[in-house]
């Protein structure tokens, strides 16, 4: 059973004929990880109205605008292809398990993060899971982690550079069946483009923040 937001402080269950026929009008599903407020994919529904987007968060509470605002018509900035789904990547409801033809990762925090990170099979897994075979993969991450400090919570945590990614994440991923390219910081351009919240505060007062992106595939 997948838990869908609806509103601020509202949600509502939804089985899978439910949840089959809010997607059916659409080819394609992009999901989007650790969607935090659901800006982004919201912006993902806008673009492409016959693709179905899902966000995925394990709280509810920051996607309740985002989620009142799809629920509108869409000539008031509604968007009847967008789902936003209270879930944990480590236990994803079965509902989504093999749906995606594109899985996004933008700016992780918390155990998203650092299961990317460690190449924690519990989080990494998840993400595998949600994929149909050849499904893509788009992962961006923090490449300086913090400017100013760094969270107790992270002091620990390696800063995933594009050399860390090769020797470390890709052979993890590889584990679970994630084939993943070369990692490579993103241009000035890319960074201030990137329709997020979480990277308007990273960038915020800094010419080019270090965000390192890596591109990869479900293996079949």
């Known amino acids: 059973m997948i838990t869908r937001v609806v509103g601020r402080g509202r949600t509502e269950p939804l089985d899978r004929d439910d949840f089959a026929a809010l997607r059916r009008p659409c080819g394609r599903v992009a999901v989007d990880v650790g969607t935090g407020d659901g800006r982004f994919p919201y912006h ?9 987007v899902v966000g995925i968060d394990p ?12 629920a509108r018509k869409p000539a008031k900035g509604g ?6 789904v209270r879930a944990s990547i480590e236990a994803l409801p079965e509902e989504l398990v093999g749906i995606a033809d594109h899985i ?14 460690l190449a924690d099979e519990a989080v990494i897994g998840g993400l595998a899971a949600l994929g149909r075979s050849g499904a893509r993969l788009s992962v961006t991450l923090n490449g300086e982690m913090w400017v100013d400090s760094t969270p107790a919570r992270y002091a620990a945590l390696p800063v995933p550079t594009v050399e860390y990614v090769a020797e470390v994440v890709a052979p993890g991923f590889a584990q679970v069946g994630l084939s993943i390219g070369p990692a490579r910081l993103l241009a000035v351009g890319e960074t201030k483009e990137l329709p997020t919240t979480w990277a308007r505060k ?9 965000f390192v992106r890596f591109d990869g595939v479900v293996d079949s």
């Open 79 to 84: 968007r009847p292809n967008l789902a936003l």
């Open 202 to 210: 990273l960038g915020h007062g800094r010419p080019h923040p270090r």
């Open 104 to 117: 996004y990762v933008q700016l992780p925090w918390g155990r998203l993060l650092e299961g990317i990170v």
């Open 44 to 52: 993902l529904a806008a673009t492409d109205p016959d693709q179905f």
């Open 59 to 70: 709280l509810d509470e920051p996607m309740g605008e985002t989620a009142a605002k799809a």
